[in-house]
T-cell receptor, first 113, second 112 residues
Framework: KAGVTQTPRYLIKTRGQQVTLSCSPI?????VSWYQQTPGQGLQFLFE???????NKGNFPGRFSGRQFSNSRSEMNVSTLELGDSALYLC????????????FGSGTRLTVV | QQQVKQSPQSLIVQKGGISIINCAYE??????FPWYQQFPGKGPALLIA?????SEKKEGRFTISFNKSAKQFSLHIMDSQPGDSATYFC???????????FGKGMKLTVNP
C-alpha cells in the first residue's frame, strides 16, 4: 500500500516568490492535513481538508492557503515568501476525518533565500 | 501559548534501559493523545495513542500512562534499543478534530 506522497522533496525559492506543494494521500483517505515543522516552533497545524472542504485552519497568515481535489489530492500554496517560511512542510492523511491516527508523508523541505 | 509541554528536550540512555518522556496539557477538552516518532529525513510516524477513559495502554515495549486529574501523560520505552534513537513528539486533539497540538519534541539517543 503506497504511503503519503509529497512532491517535490526539496525546493529553493527566492523571497517574494510563491510556491505550491503537492500531497497525494493514501488511497481511500479523505482527510488531508498540513503542518509546518521548524526547529524553533516545532510542528504547527496549518489546515485540514475533508471531502474538498477546509474544516480547520491554524494560526497562519492568509499567505498560506490550500485546496483539495475530488480525488483527495491536496495542494498548499504560500505567496509572497518570507525567509521565515523556510521549513519542512508535512502532509498527513487519515481515512475517516476523525482523528484515529495520521499517516505523514516525508515532507517538502522549503528553503527561502 | 504552548498548550502541550514536553520534557525533557533530550535524553541519553544505555541499551536496555528505560526511556521516559513526559507531557502536560492545559486544555481539558483534549480527548485524544498520540505519540509520534520521527527519524531524520522522515515524517512523524504514529507509535501509540490513548484516550482519557483509560489510565494506561501498552503496545510491545511502548507504554502510555495517563493522569487525567494532573493533566499529564507519559511515554515509557522499555528495553530501549539503538534503533529507538529518534525524536519523539506527544500531541493532543479535541472532539475528534484532525487538528493536533504537538509538544516541542524530545531527542532520544540510545547508546549501544
Amino acid at each position: 500500500k503506497a504511503g503519503v506522497t509529497q512532491t517535490p522533496r526539496y525546493l529553493i525559492k527566492t523571497r517574494g516568490q510563491q510556491v505550491t506543494l503537492s500531497c497525494s494521500p493514501i488511497s481511500g483517505h479523505r482527510s488531508v492535513s498540513w503542518y509546518q515543522q521548524t526547529p524553533g516552533q516545532g510542528l504547527q497545524f496549518l489546515f485540514e481538508y475533508f471531502s474538498e472542504t477546509q474544516r480547520n485552519k491554524g494560526n497562519f497568515p492568509g499567505r498560506f492557503s490550500g485546496r483539495q481535489f475530488s480525488n483527495s489530492r491536496s495542494e498548499m500554496n504560500v505567496s509572497t515568501l518570507e525567509l521565515g517560511d523556510s521549513a519542512l512542510y508535512l502532509c498527513a492523511s487519515s481515512p475517516s476525518g476523525f482523528n484515529y491516527g495520521y499517516t505523514f508523508g516525508s515532507g517538502t523541505r522549503l528553503t527561502v533565500v | 501559548q504552548q498548550q502541550v509541554k514536553q520534557s525533557p528536550q533530550s535524553l541519553i540512555v544505555q541499551k536496555g534501559g528505560i526511556s521516559i518522556i513526559n507531557c502536560a496539557y492545559e486544555n481539558t477538552a483534549f480527548d485524544y493523545f498520540p505519540w509520534y516518532q520521527q527519524f531524520p529525513g522522515k515524517g512523524p510516524a504514529l507509535l501509540i495513542a490513548i484516550r482519557p477513559d483509560v489510565s494506561e495502554k501498552k503496545e510491545g515495549r511502548f507504554t502510555i500512562s495517563f493522569n487525567k486529574s494532573a493533566k499529564q501523560f507519559s511515554l515509557h520505552i522499555m528495553d530501549s534499543q539503538p534503533g529507538d534513537s529518534a525524536t519523539y513528539f506527544c500531541a493532543a486533539s479535541e472532539g475528534g478534530s484532525e487538528k493536533l497540538v504537538f509538544g516541542k519534541g524530545m531527542k532520544l539517543t540510545v547508546n549501544p
